[in-house]
């Protein structure tokens, strides 16, 4: 008998399709009971010793396999599976009455609690610890060992969520796709499946029913994964992902839509390798540079000579082109110690992007300072823009005193519906405006873009949030200033046509998504734009309003 086909949604990251067989990534291993042991000292040491020593086996034959700096990783980890120590403390608590898999617990527990007191890099050790620890728990009960499965033939990775330490060692010739059950599209496993161009789709509740062996055909355009594919289906959507391919390759050149309009395309960068990267993809600048990627580890206030060189490196990149230089955002999921006040209940909603600026004054100002020399120094166009602005009077602010430290272009992040909703007044002081969909979002529907528990709520296809980008796309038509959108909404190539129906004048995105975008865009008139926003603005959910546009595009083109 043969499966009958079922589609299971999410929210897609990138263009992907991808045909493959499911691994799961197992679930925790939960705490080991405090039972004593029933088979006595000798037979529990047997267990832990072997498993001890297969762990580390197995972890230098991964390390073999992998190579270059995976191999220093794992090489690491086999050493304090191999421990004398441990060894000697695992024997200690089974000789007096723990089962194999509980000694193992808390022999590890223990050294991990005196590695975190000892802080810094000792510190960072204690999850290796726990990694290890697992592993061996597993290797005695029988049951698959936690993280990503080993494999040599490729697979589509469905897992609860990703750890960094799981996504560092991804090998992207196996795991082909990604599909989360938890997650939401800025978290840390879409920004970096966007990055690597990984096909992934995250906040996939419904993929809890998927199984080791389940065939399913992975649409990460359509946010759609298709359990049990039929042969027809699996045909149909490999000429599609060939035509996306050579649809792809086809754009190239600046922004334009298929009647000539023109619509920068942009990257979004956070050092000067990123930037390397944007001109790689043939950015046509930069939308976004946030620049406190470059400080996340000082525990002090960078000097401006620090800050002129790093800002140099960037803008010598981009001779002729445009550059728009975020100041410093603090606070929320980017605390900068220099800047960020502790304590806060709700950071999210604290002092944090503009506020901690104005707050720290003399930072800002050596920053600005530090971005005008820079600006001098090369041949970039730079401009300047501010996060977190709510209202007109913060934009003032800020624009004068780029205004009084020779900054020409000053602008403004709309990120907060109050800036949204205000931004006729806003681009009344400011040059130019650049929406901050991920903000907008969360600030939107009121959920913390970290919580994977309201990931779902994290769509900027929802029509409150596009409504809010339709008042920013008005008031720039009005006053004939630009409106850039530089949040992860630009990087989805259906989304970015409506945005440019909604009245947005550039796109700035991680540089791996550029290609997808600039290919899409060229389907589309203005007009047809205009009329797919149209359609988004009046359905009732994001769900809605993806599917209205998604089957008015399969009719028009
Ligand atoms: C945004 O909020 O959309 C944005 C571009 O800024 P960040 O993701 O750095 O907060
Ligand atoms: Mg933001």
Known sequence: ?????????????????????????????????????????????????????????????????????????????????DDQMLLADVKNRIDRGATAERAVFEAFAGFAQILEMAGGYMAERAGDLGDVANRVIAYILGVPAPGVPQSDTPYVLVARDLAPADTALLDFDIVRALVTTDGGPTSHTAILAREKGLPAIVGAKAAEVLVDGDVVLVDAADGEIILHPSAVRIEGALAEAEARRAARENASG????????????????????????????????????????????????????????????????????????????????????????????????????????????????????????????????????????????????????????????????????????????????????????????????????????????????????????????????ATGKPVGVCGEAAADPTLAVVLIGLGVTSLSMSPIALADVRAEISRFTLSEARELAERALSARSAVDAKRAVSTAFSNTH
């Not at 705490?31 to 498993?51: K, Y």
């Open 1 to 81: 008998m043969t499966n009958k086909e079922r589609t299971l949604t999410g929210i897609g990251v990138g263009r992907g399709i991808v045909v493959g067989d499911v691994r799961r990534m197992p679930d925790p291993l939960p705490e080991p009971a405090q039972t004593n042991s029933t088979i006595g000292p000798d037979a529990e040491l047997a267990r832990a010793h072997a498993a001890l020593q297969a762990t580390a086996q197995d972890l230098r034959d991964r390390g073999a396999r992998a190579g270059g700096l995976a191999k220093e990783v794992l090489d690491a980890l086999a050493l304090m599976a």
């Open 254 to 477: 600046p922004g334009r839509l298929a009647d000539g309009h023109e619509v920068a395309l942009l990257a979004n960068v956070g050092s000067s390798k990123s930037a390397a990267a944007a001109v790689e993809a043939a950015a046509e600048g930069v939308g976004l540079f946030r620049t406190e990627f470059l400080f996340l580890d000082s525990d002090k206030a960078p000097s401006v000579e620090e800050q002129q060189a790093e800002y140099t490196a960037v803008f010598e990149k981009f001779p002729g082109q445009k550059v728009v230089v975020r100041v410093l955002d603090a606070g929320a999921d980017k605390p900068l110690s220099f800047l960020t006040d502790e304590g806060e209940e709700n950071p999210a909603l604290g002092r944090r992007g503009i506020r901690a600026l104005f707050a720290h004054e003399e930072i800002l100002r050596d920053q600005l300072t530090a971005i005008a020399n820079a600006t001098k120094a090369t041949r970039a166009d730079v401009w300047v823009m501010a996060p977190m602005i709510s209202t007109p009077d913060e934009t003032a602010q800020f624009v004068a005193l780029c205004r009084e430290l020779g900054i020409e272009k000053a602008g403004a992040m709309v990120e907060t519906p109050s800036s949204a909703i205000l931004a006729d007044h806003i681009l009344a002081d400011a040059d130019f405006v650049s929406i901050g969909t991920n903000d907008l979002t969360q600030y939107t529907v009121a959920a913390d873009r970290l919580l994977g528990t309201v990931a779902h709520l994290q769509d900027p296809w929802n029509p409150a949030v596009l409504r809010l980008i339709r008042e920013v796309g008005k008031a720039g038509e």
